[in-house]
């Protein structure tokens, strides 16, 4: 008889323990921040308004695979971020993810399974976090904005954190031959109003890292 394979998207909030947490402190507090600092020259700037509870969503502008393990370190709470369900099919980088606490979704659509996890990450001790622009974005524009971080936020009852990263995407090998900011905004309040809550996502966006909008539609030159 096969082994019933495991559900990577409905994650239970024990899921989200102190083994977990152990080693996404161990892997992205100290391996990730000895890289950033000596290569990259991390400056993180909005620490302070980071809420001393758990009630709010940490939502990062997206340019690297770094972006991910920086702010699970940068952050003073374990942060489970979204992956693609294909990255699951993958043995050892299942093993890796599913440890740093990550879980799988279906980018096309959130379905059941994804919100009774995000409702259950908010049942432990830890924080949900989502790249609104949902993949990779080019640097110096924001653009292909998803509304879904803002039904989870309303479903959630759960303030926004918006989190300007630049320089993740920038390749660099050599001490100190990068530069990476990291700025912290302040949390948008809970609001059932989506809308508001993205277009003020993506305002605070724009002026922590100085990119400019742009709509998916038009041309990127």
């Not at 699970?72 to 369900?85: D, E, L, Q």
């Given at each position: 008889m096969s082994k019933?394979?495991?559900?990577?998207?409905?994650?239970?909030?024990?899921?989200?323990?102190?083994?977990?947490?152990?080693?996404?402190?161990?892997?992205?507090?100290?391996?990730?921040?000895?890289?950033?600092?000596?290569?990259?020259?991390?400056?993180?700037?909005?620490?302070?308004?980071?809420?001393?509870d758990n009630e709010y969503i940490v939502c990062p502008n997206h340019l690297s695979t770094l972006d991910p393990p920086m702010i699970?370190?940068?952050?003073?709470?374990?942060?489970?971020?979204?992956?693609?369900?294909e990255l699951f099919d993958i043995r050892f980088l299942r093993w890796w993810i599913d440890w740093l606490g990550a879980f799988a979704v279906n980018r096309e659509s959130l379905g059941p399974s994804t919100i009774k996890t995000v409702l259950n990450i908010k049942k432990s001790e830890w924080v949900f976090g989502i790249f609104p622009q949902g993949t990779r974005g080019e640097p110096g524009i924001i653009s292909h904005v998803s509304k879904g971080f803002a039904g989870l936020a309303k479903i959630t009852?759960?303030?926004v954190l918006p989190v300007g990263i630049v320089g993740t995407n920038e390749v660099k090998r050599l001490p100190f031959t990068g530069?990476?900011?990291?700025k912290i905004g302040k949390p948008i309040p809970y609001s059932d109003d989506t809308d508001s809550v993205v277009a003020k996502w993506t305002e605070a966006i724009q002026e922590l890292t100085g990119f400019k909008y742009v709509e998916a539609e038009e041309k990127i030159s």
């Open positions: 019933e394979k495991k559900n990577y998207s409905n994650r239970p909030a024990s899921t989200f323990n102190k083994y977990r947490a152990f080693f996404q402190i161990l892997v992205c507090k100290f391996f990730y921040m000895i890289r950033l600092k000596l290569v990259y020259r991390l400056k993180v700037e909005g620490l302070e308004n980071v809420p001393e699970a370190g940068i952050m003073p709470r374990r942060v489970s971020f979204m992956a693609k369900k009852k759960c303030a530069q990476i900011i990291v």
